[in-house]
């Protein structure tokens, strides 16, 4: 089996890491503002704990809600823990999906593909038809737009295979031709 992967130019950061990188470019005085803390506060929760006392370390904001957050996964609540990340996402222009869904098994044939985007398109009808909650259509239009551009991205590969292969046999070409 295949997993799809992004490339990307940035590492993820842990919580820390990125309370760090906003004391660097935003400052203390800011995020202490910002949280109504103080600005030793501030330090504790970018405290490295490899190089300070266990007193000098707290834990940030984000850490506490990735706490929250794996407290409602525990409790079933996994769609709603989505829904956020799904909008942090966009704020930065992204769009995440389930692990589970960027699993792409090999497939021998782009229309395989093609099938998979169907399946999604009407889990999303079916959803909508049910007046379901707008952060579980999100999520399921966000998968089927992931499958979709996964069977783009697959096509031109998938069809210069197919357009040598008929070339091979002598079978016509497409109905439509090429443009």
Known sequence: MKIATINVNFPPLTPRQFFHFCRAKLGKTYLGKKFRVDERTVERWT??????GEESVRKNPLEKICECMEDLIAYGHLYEVRGILCAMAEMSGCRIAPIEELEIEDEADI????LNNDQGMQLLH????????????RM???AVITEIEESVRKYPEMYEVERKEQTKTGSGGSAFGDF
């Open 126 to 137: 079916m959803a909508m038809r049910q007046w379901m909650h707008p952060r579980k259509i």
């Open 47 to 52: 405290a490295d704990e490899r190089f300070v």
């Open 140 to 142: 399921l239009a966000s």
């Open 111 to 114: 229309r395989d593909l093609m």
